[in-house]
């Protein structure tokens, strides 16, 4: 049988992600928010489902590169293993810094940075965006002679190592501060205190930040999240506000070399105005604290738990599928975790969603029961849907925000 074990990666996850919160409910902190949980696995959600979509493809660059440009061909060894780590961390530190320092890869890595929180679910807020930038970084793994195979290996164990240190569970950890980044380290990073912005960008091990001059140890409690915070919970906002905002910074500025500031320069030379201007033209919604009923939390949490095993089987058995299945299959994940943070934002819009995703189920149905009595049964189904649609649509919004809910 033919199955993805990287499918597993999903449970093994979500139970240290239940540990992680036992933990800190037991100790009486309070590290996990329902809308900031619900948004970090929406993200990392969609990653893992484009992730396993892309794999291919970027294993054809490494191995593209490698046969066509290698300067050298290393062969695995102990010594070549641990070089192979030590360059791609150091290629890591230097793509993390640029995405910090350079407009273009912070339009990609900053949706990493938007939770006010910071436990093990903010580790998967990474999209594919940055993994093809860091793909320009790792170019350079290949073209030194290391190949696909090793290269795909080592970033597998260089991927997972992050998840770890994601955490407020865990205090100082002696020895290891000098050479690993830990978890305390790593909280520096998260932080928009001001002596912590732009420090500790490694991802295994911490001397590069400490060879370049960007360390800074923990010191004094972290407070986490952008410096200009985003308050939404809009799945699409936070993956495109700031490609947006530099969209416009790149319009209004005026010369060549400002347009150019505007792609290479630093973050906080793009005019906040912008994010404001573009927040009403999107009617963005602020995050209230606390703003979601009962009701529709668990509505959400039936989603996420419904996607969740559907991303799962779809890993599992990715093979198995036919390209229009996992087109279909695809877009009706992508489609819940734009609807999940938009049900926490409470738009109206939301039930067209639900349509859209309402007729790609009935797709998928009849592509995997391809009878004529079925094709028969969702036609009238739908038949009946589109015929009520303005009841439907009415109940749906009573039920899902209550009754006299006004209207966005
Ligand atoms: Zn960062
Ligand atoms: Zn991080």
Known sequence: MNINYI???IPVFLILIGIEFLISRKQGKKFYSFNDTIANLNVGIAERLLDALTLGVFYFVYDYLYQHFAVFHIQPSILSWVGLLLITDFLWYWYHRLGHEVNLLWSVHVVHHQSEEFNFTVSARITLFQAVARTFFWSALP???????MITTILLIHGLYPFFIHTRTVGKLGILEYIMVTPSHHRVHHANNEKYLDKNYGDMFIFWDKLFGTFAEETEEPVYGLTKPLHSNSFLWQHFHFMLE??????????????LKVLFGKP???????RRELEEKFVIIKRKKSSSSRRFRNYVIIQMISVLILLFTFILFEHYFELITQVLISLVILITLVNCGAILEQRRWIFYLEYIRW???MLIGFVFFPYYINLIFISSLLGITVLY???LNRQYLRYIYGLRQRSF
């Open 7 to 9: 499918a597993f990666a």
């Open 246 to 259: 530099m969209i416009y910074a790149f319009r209004s500025a005026e010369s060549f070399s400002d347009k």
């Open 143 to 149: 073209i030194i002679g290391f190949n696909a195979e």
């Open 359 to 361: 007729f790609l189920v």
């Open 268 to 274: 906080e030379i793009i005019n906040p105005d912008f």
């Open 389 to 391: 649609f303005q009841t």
